[in-house]
DNA sequence: CGTACTCAGATACCGATAGTATCTGAAACG
DNA sequence: CGTTTCAGATACTATCGGTATCTGAGTACG
């Protein structure tokens, strides 16, 4: 066992060597995919080899999964912080409408998540490991809904998991769109969630 | 030159071969994945040899790319079927929301067109014929909406190309999601679709 | 302290696969 | 019938994910 007092070095730097590995290895997923990235390139520019990887991850793959969930938390703070830094429901609206303007602008993450998706048709790891996320993912925005359309006094109108369900799948859809074809217009997903946060649905 | 009356045995052979190596790709794609999918199975399975592919399509992108095109055909024929089999809103409605039920409900499609998608960030290539048949895809959608909304009297309370954008994202979207997670309520694209064509957007 | 052990990371290797270069034999053509 | 052409086969290369093995600095313990 180590000695509780002092600095463990060893467990230590081999968590900055886990970091250093995840932060170089988002960028260039982000910029140039999951299957265009090589382990190797991504072991080098972080200043290891490619044991480093495997000795910190079990793959490729959890690799990228470790590299979503740092950008899920990212992602998943900026719609909180969207939705409470105002209170009336338009505000709210067009809070979270740039959000996904910014976010949705440059989709690199989008795109990232659904190659990555295609992947868990040949692994039952990337297949549990991302459905768990999608659905916490929902579950979240979800909440969001209800606690927005209670707030604003629209009661249960509004059926907060299928709004959930069409706004993650709208941006999903849009960011994929995005990252092919700039001129794609992010409006929409405004314009569709306050159609479904004001009812007529 | 080849003689027209005659039959051209050589171009109908060849033609015969990229046919059947587009049908063997299209399922291998479908079921398994583009990364996944090696073009050595690809022509084995199809009776032919590597060489075959590449005497045929000037790689593994522009095979893809046929199997899309072959897939997008079948897609928009159905679309289109689905719009003209009933002639007032409502029915026109159900129509298309069953098509699209059957359609996201294996959605092997979706997830083959957004994991071929990511590839057109190294591809420019991938990047511009797709970005062509997104478009031509979308003015088709954004065609429909226009028929049926005039025909139903709606006048132009809908921005047509923008139900368009929205419809297809969230078509892709939720394709995306249901190919990773089953239990996916794919109802809440019909119900978007009555939100957006019956106005209120 | 000093010796034995552990394990993070390096090195060397393997199998698969996209793509290239070259070859071949049958069909097309004069 | 001899020559040319070209669809498809064969052989080879480069790259990459993954595995097996090694090594040396750091840790535990007498």
Not at 79 to 95: M, P, S
Not at 120 to 141: D, F, G, N, W
Not at 176 to 189: A, E, M, N, P
Request: glycine fraction near 8%; charged fraction near 25%.
């Amino acid at each position: 066992m180590t000695v509780d007092g002092a600095r463990t070095t060893r467990a230590e730097r081999q968590a900055q060597t886990r970091q250093s590995l995840i932060v170089v290895a988002r960028e260039m997923f982000l910029s140039d995919g999951y299957a265009a990235t090589s382990l190797d390139k991504v072991a080098v520019r972080a200043g290891f080899s490619k044991g480093a990887v495997y000795s910190n991850f079990s793959g490729k793959e959890e690799l990228c999964m470790a590299v979503l969930d740092s950008i899920h938390e990212e992602q998943i703070a900026g719609v909180v912080d969207a939705f409470t830094r105002d209170t009336d429901l338009d505000g709210r609206i067009e809070a979270f409408a740039m959000w996904a303007r910014e976010g949705l602008g440059q989709p690199r993450w989008t795109a990232l998540e659904v190659e990555f998706g295609a992947i868990a048709r040949q692994s039952p790891y990337v297949a549990t490991e991302l459905v768990k996320r999608h659905r916490e993912i929902r579950a979240a925005i979800a909440q969001l809904v209800r606690q927005v359309t209670t707030e604003a006094g629209l009661g249960d109108v509004v059926d907060a998991d299928q709004a959930a369900t069409t706004l993650l799948s709208l941006g999903i859809g849009l960011g994929t769109l995005r990252s092919l074809d700039h001129t794609i217009d992010v409006g929409v997903f405004a314009d569709t969630m306050r159609a479904l946060l004001k009812g007529s649905v």
